[in-house]
């Protein structure tokens, strides 16, 4: 098994098995989002208090979702990279943070898109999901402000690393706001201790959807790793050899 991590977190090895995985992720992960997109702008019924309004927690709970999930792969990777010097893992890190600032402005502006007839306002100051999901945002921003900022790739994995675990904090306060503070959010609704409390007509297409967006953010996380691989690995010998193979070789 250690046998098998360490190939795998091999630079060169990454570079040419990472666009299989990639494809692997990308097709049923569009499928899935295709169903979940029909059925839930098309199919499902509905709500009874929001009416069609609600049909936007196909775009908005997936993107939240992965605004989290993108910000943890990002902090782990970079504690992978810090304890065990694994150069993958700060190229996976640095490589999370551009999709994950992506999903958490689509979570923020859908957000908002949805509580202004919910809520009569595009944004709530005063709500603590809301602020703490910006300042996720901000966090994005600024891990990758501090990566520009320095040269030396070295210290700026090891800088934006530690940044990086700082705002796990912010990830886990932006999870239980609604349980701790007063918000304008509803509590949980798929995980809710008695079961899902939504019509299976609902349901289902969401879970597509965050099934199908999970799939697609993977997708995309090989593919950006890996060039992002190929730019750190650029003055090395297999990356000249690659480049210097003929066609089909390489």
Known sequence: MWKWFHQLASPPHFYRIAPIFS???????????????YS???LAPMDYQQGDAFRIIYIHVPSAYLSMMAYMIMAVAGGIGLIWRMKLAHAVAASAAPLGAWFTFLALATGSIWGRPMWGTWWEWADPRMMSE??????????????GAIDDTAKADKAAAVLALVGVVNVIIVHYSVEWWSSLHQGQTIMAKDGPAMDPAMLYPL?????????????????????????RERRTRWVKEMILAPEGQS
């Open 23 to 37: 494809a692997v992720l990308l097709l049923p992960g569009l499928a899935l989002i295709a169903y979940g997109v």
């Open 40 to 42: 839930g702008l098309f």
């Open 134 to 147: 910006l300042i996720l945002l901000f966090f994005y921003f600024g891990y990758m402000a501090l990566r």
């Open 207 to 231: 879970l597509a959807n965050i099934f199908g967006f999970t799939l697609l953010f993977g997708s995309l996380l090989l593919r950006r790793t890996r060039t992002e691989v190929l730019f």
